[in-house]
Structures are given as structure tokens and as C-alpha cells.
């Protein structure tokens, strides 16, 4: 009878596990591309599932072309968050889009728009219980003609540094660990992590390619081992079940 009882308490206990999933949201230095076994373009959370354990499931929903804005407008956070339970975490990366002065749906002044909406992506996280985490964007591969790598996104990853200080929200500062990874390949070998391919080198692209924004598969994965390796760094206790998640 004890046998029976005891495996009785097991498969209930395995019904009511729960995994934990890690939300991405951000652009499409992040998202998820089409045609991934053709397609030299990955975005950095695309590949981030393998560093994890079976009990993390990662959840992307960054898109392409979004800001803080555009992602709020059309509905995309809402999604994400009717969908939170607690105890799961949310990533947060913005930034490249919010720079479109030229574009009203997706522009934000980084100062007013931009902090606002990182506000409230971490209350709305918060309040279902679930953790936030703010990433600063990646970096451009933008060296000049002295070698020197130029910051592209003006006070946009400032106000992340602000609001993750003020709210007290775990951190990882993006843009620094992938200015370093630019620096430490170099002017011409950082081309090997982003998209640049001659006229008929790579068959998803008929016309020459130099894209120093997205990230090739070699790039989205250092970049994902950098995020990792962060999570493992992290002081904060909130982030101490995912540390435990990783491979």
C-alpha cells in the first residue's frame, strides 16, 4: 500500500511542476529568423536555449524593427504579459528602433518615452510576481579609420543604467561585454560576427551584403555565452534559480 502511495505522490508532484520561462523581448538583434538552417542571420536570444536545462524554456518574442514603443502600440507586451506567472523572468533589450527619429510609431526620446516604457515593462513584470532583467543594446561594429570602436546609441543605454539603479533591477550592461567583444576581434575579423558576404558567397544573398548591426550565427552565440556568463555574475538573489538552470 505504501509502494502505491508513494508513487501516487510522485506523478502528482511532476504534475504540478512548473518549468520557468525566460521572456526575451527586444528587436531583431535578439529575435528569431526565418529559414534559420539557410539564413546567416541569428538573433542572440535565438540561440539561447541550449545554455539552459531542460526546466528553463525560452520564450522569444523580440521582433524585428520594434522599439519600446511599437512593442507596447501593437499589443506585443500585452501578450507577454497576460502570460507571466511568477517566478518566470523577463529580458529586456531596446534601443536600436527607439533611436528612429524619422519614425513616430517607434521613436522615443530616451530621456521621457524610453525610461517610461522600461518602467513600466518592470512594474508590470513585478507585479505578476515574475523577475526583470535590463540589458543595455549591443554595440554596433562601427570602428573608424584609427581603429577606434564609436558608440552608436546616444543616451539610450544611460537611461537603462538609470532605471535598473533606481528600480533595483538585475542587470547586464550589454553594450560594454559587446564593445569588448568588437574590440577584441578587430576592425576587420568583427565582420565575422555580423552579415558581410560578396555578391553570390553565401546563396540567401544575391546582391553583397555589409550589415554591421545583425549578427551572424558566430556572433549571436558569443553574444548569448556573454549573457550567460553574466547571469552566473549577477549579486542578485532574484536570479538565483536561473544561475542553477544553466548547463
Given amino acids: 500500500m505504501k509502494k502505491y502511495i508513494y508513487l501516487t505522490l510522485l506523478i502528482t508532484s511532476a504534475c504540478f511542476a ?30 539561447l536555449q541550449p545554455f539552459f536545462k531542460a526546466n528553463v524554456i525560452v520564450e522569444n518574442k523580440a521582433l524585428n524593427g520594434r522599439s519600446t514603443k511599437s512593442f507596447i502600440n501593437e499589443k506585443r507586451w500585452d501578450s507577454v504579459y497576460k502570460k ?17 527619429i524619422e519614425d513616430s510609431t517607434r521613436y522615443t526620446n530616451p530621456h521621457t518615452s524610453y525610461r517610461y516604457n522600461l518602467i513600466r515593462f518592470v512594474k508590470d513584470t513585478r507585479e505578476k510576481g515574475a523577475i526583470p532583467v ?24 544611460l537611461e537603462t ?5 533606481e528600480y533595483k533591477v538585475p542587470f547586464i550592461d550589454l553594450e560594454y561585454y559587446t564593445e569588448l567583444l568588437e574590440q577584441s576581434y578587430g576592425p576587420e575579423k568583427s565582420k565575422q ?18 550589415d554591421d548591426t545583425h549578427l551572424s550565427l558566430k556572433g ?10 553574466q547571469i552566473q555574475l549577477l549579486k542578485d538573489p532574484a536570479i538565483d534559480k536561473l544561475k542553477k538552470e544553466i548547463k
Fill in 134 to 157: 535590463l540589458l543595455t543594446s549591443i554595440a554596433r561594429r562601427n570602428f573608424n579609420d584609427k581603429g577606434v570602436l564609436i558608440p552608436t546609441h546616444g543616451d539610450y543605454p
Fill in 161 to 165: 543604467r538609470l532605471v535598473a539603479q
Fill in 220 to 229: 549571436a552565440t558569443a553574444i548569448a555565452q556573454i549573457v550567460v556568463n
Fill in 84 to 100: 507571466l506567472k511568477k517566478g518566470d523572468y523577463v529580458f529586456i533589450e531596446f534601443g536600436h528602433n527607439d533611436e528612429k
Fill in 18 to 47: 512548473q518549468n520557468t520561462t525566460l521572456y526575451t523581448i527586444g528587436d531583431s538583434t535578439m529575435a528569431n529568423k526565418k529559414d534559420p538552417d539557410r539564413n546567416p542571420e541569428h538573433g542572440w536570444a535565438q540561440v
Fill in 193 to 210: 560576427l555580423h552579415l558581410h558576404y560578396k555578391a553570390g558567397e553565401n546563396s540567401y544573398y544575391d546582391k553583397d551584403k555589409a
